[in-house]
RNA sequence: GCGCUCGUAGCUCAAUGGAUAGAGCAACGGAUUUCUAAUCCGUAGGUUACAGGUUCGAGUCCUGUCGGGCGUGCCA
């Protein structure tokens, strides 16, 4: 909202003796630093450079022309010729009062038809042979936080959950039932005994010297060529798995708007090939079938030697069903970065059918390490299932909760046990959600319980805080918010704790656009933190109901309204809930 | 071998080519008869792996070296 003010200002200023404004615009920006001002525009270097003049000579010359007088105090011209803009607080206050007064979206304005994308996120798609376990975590808290701010910003959202349950590893999972099963265990819980199977089968296939390979191939051959018994099987096993899958979801409080798994596409994946070979696009190599590919040393290959179809197969066929079904801009794969290569290939190929693919985008993430650095196991070997880690998330926060409404003094009002729960669930998943997103997505990460659950810090719990620190004051000062929302009277700013706090308020919609830009949910994480500091220092610092008059605390009271809104829409849009108590 | 990617404080991580590289944790020192201390204020901690280069300006871009990770036709 206001840098593109700023923009358009300078835009103005610049029109006529700049060839190509727009170019410059860019490096109009937030001040690093608040002696610099709240924004600076940093332009004037590279048109120095461009026009063969000092600098400091072009900033004094875009401000003759720049007319910006109602919205900022004097600029300043500093260092190598940075043009340093403070606010006036006027116009922060105009800019408030608009927020406030938007009950739904606190301002951040609606993206223009021409700028509206159809846009389509696959993420999360698990493998139902496997048991969710903390790698898949992040694709799916990643993707789901994507989903909402591309949606909460205008853009025409679809989610798609892909779930794997085509795979070669239903073959392994069909021959370990077949040889290794314990029924007892099975009928206990068939999903935890099918992960085991699952391991085992893996297990004596990688075992040096084993012929168990070319069976276990087969099993899945024999499923993909509609074999009654395999078929069966898996009939059997798809809606056990799935029921799990869908409890994690619901903790997670996550939905799609889809679930279309591998089989899905099944029917459409011998004509695909057939299609390819036909046109001359993909071609037979050593008993398989392949797509030789411009630069790429080994073709993509959609059908091994056995008949039997692999992933780029399913992925290229579920491009063309998308793309006719939904019609997409854009496809995200929200997907682990090992598969880089694979999507470079796949996206290469899509190419060669689609007259007018949509724009696709690996969003690619790092990987979960252990401590060694390598690729996280449990000290059994196995990966940390993500039912347990959600459980353990909870009933650390609820260690915490309970503690701290014990230390409270009775008049507080105490939870009960059922709030008690509750805030933990939402403390606790939250906590969890905030720790992936918090990170930069493309970096691997280290695994540690102790950081992942924190409650300290920069985390999810420290935004909650702040929110029910503010719920708190409008409880005890017997005050409605909504009564605050549509006062005329402007807001004044008279402490640098409430100036500060209000920049950073109206800084909401920059924050879900840079967030997006890149396909980074951190960024959003990284300015509910700021703005979660810069109120504990205001609340810490500005006495709200005690303020030293009627004014001034009306003026705090509608500064945490619109706190306590901000941080409850941001971290909504993040997938985490907020709490009234805590 | 080739390709991709990463290397930032003790640890975990930030930083759309912009000014003096920032947080959290850990450490140390302060603040509480509280509008909720799950907090705040402060101190300390850096040759951004190394060497060149491009640029008015480089953690960021380019080249090389070292080190890690991943990928490299019948898994996904």
Redesign the pocket.
């Known amino acids: 909202m206001l840098i593109n003010l700023l923009k358009f200002r300078f835009k103005n200023a610049l029109q006529g003796w700049i060839d190509d404004p727009h170019a410059v615009l860019?490096?109009?920006?937030p001040?690093?630093?608040p002696?610099?001002?709240d924004f600076?525009a940093?332009?004037a270097?590279?048109l120095g450079?461009q026009l063969g003049r000092p600098?400091r000579e072009i900033a004094a010359e875009i401000l003759k022309g720049l007319e910006i007088g109602d919205l900022c105090t004097e600029p300043e011209i500093?260092?190598?010729g940075?043009i340093?803009l403070r606010l006036r607080d006027n116009v922060l206050a105009e800019f408030l009062q608009k927020a406030l007064a938007d009950r739904d979206r606190l301002a951040v304005p609606l993206l223009g038809e021409a700028e509206k994308k159809r846009i389509l996120v696959d993420y999360s798609a698990p493998?139902v042979a496997k048991a969710m376990h903390v790698g898949h975590i992040r694709s799916t808290v990643i993707g789901n936080a994507l989903a909402h701010i591309l949606k909460f910003l205008g853009h025409e959202v679809i989610t798609d959950n892909h779930i794997?349950e085509?795979?070669?590893?239903f073959g392994m999972i069909i021959y370990g039932y077949r040889h290794f099963l314990d029924r007892t265990a099975y009928e206990a819980n068939p999903v935890l005994e099918l992960s085991r199977l699952y391991r085992e089968v893996r297990r004596r296939v990688d075992e040096p010297g084993s012929t168990l390979g070319p069976l276990v191939?087969e099993e899945?051959a024999k499923l993909h060529h509609g074999d009654p018994e395999n078929l069966a099987l898996w009939n059997e096993f798809v809606p056990v798995c799935m029921q799990e899958i869908d409890r994690m979801y619901k903790r997670l409080g996550i939905r799609f708007d889809h679930t279309l798994g591998?089989s899905f596409y099944q029917p459409m994946l011998a004509p695909l090939v057939e299609e390819l070979l036909k046109n001359g696009i993909a071609r037979e190599?050593?008993?398989?079938v392949?797509v030789f590919l411009e630069g790429e040393?080994?073709?993509m290959?959609i059908?091994?030697?056995?008949g039997?179809?692999?992933?780029?197969t399913?992925d290229w066929a579920t491009i063309r069903y998308r793309i006719r079904e939904f019609r997409p801009d854009t496809i995200l794969y929200v997907v682990d970065?090992?598969?880089?290569?694979?999507f470079q290939q796949l996206f290469a190929a899509a190419g060669k059918t689609e007259a007018h693919p949509p724009e696709l985008v690996h969003v690619k993430f790092g990987?979960v390490?252990g401590d060694d650095?390598?690729?996280f196991k449990t000290r059994s070997g196995d990966t940390v299932g993500l039912e347990s880690l959600l459980d353990e998330a909870e009933q650390r926060?609820f260690q915490?909760?309970a503690a701290?409404?014990d230390?409270?003094?009775v008049e507080?009002g105490l939870l009960t046990e059922d709030e008690r729960r509750e805030?933990a669930r939402r403390?606790g998943i939250g906590a969890l959600i905030y720790a992936d997103l918090?990170?930069?997505r493309?970096?691997?990460?280290?695994f540690?319980f102790d950081?992942m659950l924190?409650?300290?810090?920069?985390?999810a719990?420290?935004m909650q805080?702040a929110y029910?620190?503010v719920?708190?004051?409008f409880g005890?000062?017997n005050c409605d918010p909504e009564t605050l929302r549509d006062l005329k009277e402007p807001i004044r700013l008279n402490d640098p704790r409430e100036r500060a706090l209000a920049l950073e308020l109206l800084k909401f919609d920059e924050a879900l656009e840079?967030a997006v830009r890149d396909f980074?949910p951190?960024?959003l994480t990284?300015y509910l933190?700021e703005l979660a500091?810069r109120y504990?220092?205001?609340?810490?610092?500005?006495?709200?109901?005690?303020a030293e008059s009627e004014s001034v605390k009306t003026d705090r009271l509608r500064l945490c309204d619109l706190t306590a809104r901000t941080i409850r829409k941001g971290l909504e849009l993040l997938g985490i809930q907020t709490v009234e108590?805590?």
């Open positions: 860019d490096l109009i920006r001040s690093q630093d002696k610099f001002g600076q940093n332009l270097m590279p450079k600098p500093a260092g190598p940075f340093n493998n794997g085509w795979g070669t590893q191939l899945t591998e190599t050593e008993g398989a392949g040393e080994v073709p290959l059908r091994k030697k056995d039997a179809f692999l992933y780029s399913t970065f090992r598969q880089s290569h694979h990987t390490l650095g390598k690729a926060a915490i909760v701290n409404d230390a409270k003094p507080a805030t403390i918090s990170q930069n493309e970096s691997d990460y280290v540690s950081k924190a409650m300290n810090g920069n985390t719990t420290y805080y029910a620190r719920q708190s004051i005890k000062g840079s980074r951190n960024q990284a933190f500091n504990s220092t205001f609340f810490e610092q500005c006495p709200v109901l005690r108590r805590m």
